[in-house]
């Protein structure tokens, strides 16, 4: 079980996170909300052993991670970061294996090649495994370091795994995939960590939310407990309609339109109300009156 007892993180005095406590257990899959600027990369540098809390304590199976070896905390946790920038051209098979250099000397780095090749055929990469990382869309280059951390828990079902916007840059396909292996993983006994933006996706994948919201938790609680059209308005300041979808029993979330007039923010545009001209069925000569 990871426990996070009222840790407290502030940067130039400034209070980033405010007592902020919960605990997952092995088989859950949470996923932190909240608008920009909310806490949630910040509690997720946290819990990777990034930054170190003001105050409070993270347990990881009752010992404290700052406790653990590395060496040993690294087969126990990893970490997928918002953006992970190659400058040096590596192949896709080379950032891979990265994942594994923390298991030399140990037992299971017998499996490295296994678990390599395995993440990176469920990522979708064995067809790119000698390209260079350069050579790589942004979409792409994010599987490859999907597979990198997959790989670095691939013999263990207790680890934790931390995704923050695992999602980037990836189209719909891979959005889903990604998160489907993360719930899949939960299944089997993995504690799993995610920070989404798209509500919906993780009311889809996750057993469990977390909505922060200026350095503290709000709320925590299933999708259907927490993504009420009041939590959501409070949290995000955006007006949403929530149901249940009946065929899948996921709470789906439905935001309001919203409406501008361009010409009440940009003083070139015309004023609301004046006439809008139809040009594509106008002449040259009619122009020329315009």
Known sequence: MLRVESITYKLNKRPLLKDISFSI???????????????????????????????GRIMLYGDDLRDYKRKILATKRAYLQQHNPVTMAFSVKEVVMMGRY?????????????????????????????????SLSGGEQQRVH???????????????????????????????????????????????????????????????????????KWWDGTPAQVLTPQHIYTAFGIHAQAYTDQSSLKTVIVPKEIKLDAAKFNSNLQAAGQPIYNLANTSIDELATI
């Open 146 to 216: 999907l597979a990198r951390v997959l790989t670095q828990l691939w013999d263990n079902p207790d680890a934790v795994l931390l995704l923050d916007e695992p999602t980037n840059n990836m189209d719909l396909q891979f959005q889903h995939q990604t998160l489907s292996i993360a719930a899949a993983m939960a299944k089997k006994g993995y504690m799993i960590i995610v920070v989404l933006h798209d509500v919906n996706l993780a009311a889809q994948y996750a057993s469990r939310l977390i909505i922060l919201k200026d350095g503290r």
């Open 102 to 134: 923390g298991f030399k000397g140990l037992p299971s780095a017998k499996n490295d090649e296994t678990a390599v090749l395995e993440t990176m055929e469920l990522c979708g990469l064995l067809d790119f495994a000698d390209r260079s990382m350069l």
């Open 25 to 55: 257990r092995p088989g859950e899959m949470v996923a932190l909300l909240g608008s920009n600027g909310a806490g949630k990369s910040t509690l997720m540098r946290l819990l990777s052993g990034e930054r170190k809390p003001e105050s």
